[in-house]
Nanobody, 123 residues
Framework: RCSCRRLGGGLVQAGGSLGLSCAAS????????WAWFRQAPGKERDFVAG???????SYADSVKGRFTISRDNAKNTVYLQVNSLKPEDTAVYYC?????????????????WGKGTQVTVSS
């Protein structure tokens, strides 16, 4: 339902930047919320950023000011611009969609998932 594509290289040095995109296939309503999650080795999948259908955004504290989520409804695509990368940002990044809004962001509330793309930040 979702396919992730990495705009930049998957291996970057600390302080670097890259962009991620995720396009959904099929019938995607503009009322859906988009989000990015990430999962580091041996850890749970954690929320990174969310974009409500109305335009509001939400970010994990660890990425505020460094990551930016955006969406293009005409293209059924969500983007994540990641700047000032840190080694602790190393993880597999997943895009996700949910059909119904919620005040919180948790992986159990998402309905569709992308395959994931690896981001590795070297120190």
């Amino acid at each position: 339902r979702c396919s992730c594509r990495r705009l930049g290289g998957g291996l970057v040095q600390a302080g670097g930047s890259l962009g991620l995109s995720c396009a959904a296939s099929g019938r995607i309503f503009t009322t859906y919320d988009w989000a990015w999650f990430r999962q580091a080795p041996g850890k749970e999948r954690d929320f990174v950023a969310g974009k409500y259908s109305g335009g509001l955004t939400s970010y994990a504290d660890s990425v505020k000011g460094r990551f930016t989520i955006s969406r293009d409804n005409a293209k059924n695509t969500v983007y994540l611009q990641v700047n000032s990368l840190k080694p602790e940002d190393t993880a597999v990044y997943y895009c996700a969609l949910r059909r119904y809004p919620d005040d919180t962001w948790h992986q159990s509330g998402m309905d569709y998932w992308g395959k994931g793309t690896q981001v590795t930040v070297s120190s």
